[in-house]
């Protein structure tokens, strides 16, 4: 998923669930620079990210890279975009630029089971 330029990190997750779900930062500055999404940017990522128009054309795009890749039951089925990204000051990535991937599900586990 980060492969795509509108994603500038993503966090997949399904462990003992129907399906998989991920946690999606957008790359702001690739929205407003892309055609095809920077009708729906506003002044700021929340802002932004209210577009539910947006949300549905990002969603769209992820599944579709994703297929190209993955089976069917490991492709992320609903999203949960985030204008808060993963880093090292917010306790979710390591001194390397690794994913605490623990810390990321503890900060939006709720909402993350919500989409199920």
């Known amino acids: 998923m980060r492969l795509l330029r509108h994603v500038?990190?993503?966090?997949?997750?399904?462990?003992?669930?129907?399906?998989?779900?991920?946690?999606i930062f957008p790359d702001f500055d690739a929205l407003k620079s892309d055609p095809e999404?920077?009708?729906?940017?506003?002044?700021?990522?929340?802002?932004?990210?209210?577009?539910?128009?947006l949300k549905d054309y990002l969603s769209t795009l992820i599944i579709a890279h994703v297929r190209k890749s993955f089976g069917g039951?490991?492709?992320?089925?609903?999203?949960?975009?985030?204008?808060e990204d993963f880093t090292l000051a917010n306790g979710m990535l390591t001194r390397t630029m690794k994913l605490k991937r623990a810390n990321v599900l503890k900060n939006y586990k709720e909402q993350l089971q919500a989409l199920y």
Not at 8 to 23: F, K, S, W
Not at 37 to 53: H, R, Y
Request: some cysteine; aromatic content about 12%.
């Open 8 to 23: 500038a990190n993503a966090l997949v997750y399904g462990e003992g669930n129907e399906y998989n779900v991920a946690v």
């Open 37 to 53: 999404t920077k009708k729906w940017v506003k002044d700021t990522l929340e802002a932004t990210l209210q577009s539910a128009e």
């Open 73 to 83: 039951c490991e492709v992320p089925q609903k999203f949960l975009f985030t204008a």
